[in-house]
């Protein structure tokens, strides 16, 4: 079990620009969760996934934000036309539905000049 | 409608005292309640959750929290603080049926005085 695993981990770009973050879920985890945290705040629920299927999106997911997980495994978060108030630490998630209990990787911490 | 209450963004504690971070929460059904530490530029990591079983639930590093349905709290203790506790802390709640979404509070950061 290598834990969750997000690339890259630091990503600095211009405004306008696209950005794609990948994550990599615990392998036997068939679902997979996206958040985002601001500085001074909890994290926010973007998307999960089941398996491949998307079955849920938050209202914060606006429509220049897409997340994909083709295979089932793993996961990537991209970014149309960046703005500076993405700029925050995206987290990945990966769970066993039964248990409840999520095992966050380490972030990808995203800034927008 | 589900949320999350942390009183006190900031707590400070001698080492050796008693560590307590408070939590509220708002759940139109059952919940399932859960504590998460995060360590500057880390991922969040489990400390416990409660999922219905004993009220008192116990986790990594001393850390226990109880359940109280009739103050719909999980506050999070720890008889005595340690320098590597310092950290900052997150509640979450999660619906009992499906774990499909979690709402997190917005955290409360420790610090452990020498």
């Known amino acids: 079990d290598t834990g969750v695993s997000q690339d890259p981990r630091h990503k600095i770009t211009k405004r306008g620009q696209n950005v794609t973050f990948r994550c990599d879920p615990i392998?036997?985890?068939?679902?997979l969760y996206w958040y985002r945290q601001t500085l001074g705040q909890g994290p926010e629920f973007l998307t999960y996934?089941?398996?491949?299927?998307?079955?849920?999106k938050s209202r914060l997911l606006s429509d220049r934000f897409s997340a994909e997980r083709p295979k089932g495994s793993f996961s990537t978060l991209e970014i149309q036309r960046t703005e500076q108030g993405d700029s925050a630490m995206y987290l990945c998630?990966?769970?066993?539905?039964?248990?409840?209990?999520?095992?966050f990787g380490p972030g990808t911490r995203l800034l927008v000049l | 409608a589900q949320s999350v209450t942390q009183l006190g963004s900031h707590v400070s504690v001698s080492e050796g005292a008693l560590v307590l971070l408070r939590c509220n929460y708002s759940?139109?059904?059952?919940?399932?309640l859960f504590w998460y530490v995060q360590y500057p530029n880390q991922g969040l990591q489990l400390l416990l959750k409660y999922t219905s079983a004993a009220t008192l639930v116990k986790g990594i590093n001393g850390f226990e929290a109880e359940f109280k349905k009739s103050e719909t709290s999980f506050h999070l203790t720890k008889p005595s603080a340690h320098m590597s506790d310092a950290a900052e802390y997150f509640c979450a709640v999660s619906e009992r049926i499906n774990f499909n979404k979690f709402y997190f509070g917005s955290g409360t950061k420790l610090n452990v005085k020498p």
């Open positions: 759940s139109s059904v059952p919940p399932y």
């Open positions: 392998s036997e985890h068939n679902r």
């Open positions: 998630a990966s769970s066993i539905p039964e248990t409840g209990t999520q095992y």
């Open positions: 996934f089941q398996n491949e299927a998307q079955l849920e």
